[in-house]
C-alpha cells in the first residue's frame, strides 16, 4: 500500500503491511514449517546456532571418540525436554545446553514453536528475497510481494 500524502504516512502505511505480513506467518508456523526454518537458517547462515538440534546419529559420529564419563555427565546434568528428567540418550535429537550440557527431545518442532517463533519469523522477514521457505510460508511471501508491487 502507497499513500503519497507525506513520507509519515508511507512508512506508516508500509509498517501495517508488514504488521499483516508478521501476522499472517505466526498464523502459518507450525512445528514441521518451524523445524524447516531452523535448518535453512542454521545451514544458511548459523543462525540458531544456540538453539538447533542435531539428528542422533549425526550427534553419535560427531561424538563417538569423547570421553565416555564426560558425556555421561553431560546426559545426567542435562535435561530431557519430553519428560523433565536428565537427557536422555534414546532420543531422536540432541543439542548443548548453555552449561555444555545435553538436552534431549523427540519434538524439536514444538520446541521451536514455543521458544523461537518470533525468533524464526523475523528471520524470515530479513530474508524475504533471498531464501526460499516452505511452500505455505512462501506462499504467503509471495501474496505479499504481488500485492506490495501492484500497490507500488
Not at 508511507?10 to 523445524?35: F, Q, S
Not at 570421553?67 to 536422555?88: R, W
Not at 533471498?130 to 509471495?142: G, K, L, S
Amino acid at each position: 500500500m502507497k499513500i503519497t500524502t507525506n513520507k509519515k504516512t508511507e512508512v506508516i502505511a508500509a509498517d501495517k503491511g508488514l504488521t499483516g505480513l508478521r501476522r499472517k506467518i505466526k498464523d502459518a508456523l507450525t512445528e514441521d514449517i518451524c523445524k524447516e526454518i531452523v535448518s535453512i537458517a542454521y545451514s544458511e547462515d548459523d543462525t540458531f546456532t544456540q538453539d538447533a538440534f542435531i539428528e542422533a546419529d549425526v550427534f553419535w559420529d560427531i561424538h563417538s571418540n569423547d570421553d565416555v564419563f564426560e558425556i555421561t555427565k553431560q546426559f545426567f546434568n542435562g535435561e530431557d525436554l519430553d519428560s523433565k528428567g536428565p537427557a536422555n540418550p534414546n532420543r531422536e535429537y540432541f543439542r548443548f545446553d548453555g552449561y555444555d550440557n545435553i538436552e534431549s527431545t523427540d519434538y524439536p518442532g514444538d520446541i521451536y514453536l514455543d521458544q523461537l517463533d518470533i525468533e524464526i519469523i523475523d528471520y524470515i522477514l530479513d530474508h524475504l528475497d533471498d531464501r526460499t521457505f516452505p511452500e505455505e510460508i512462501q506462499d504467503i511471501i509471495d501474496e505479499y510481494n504481488n500485492v506490495d508491487k501492484k500497490e507500488g
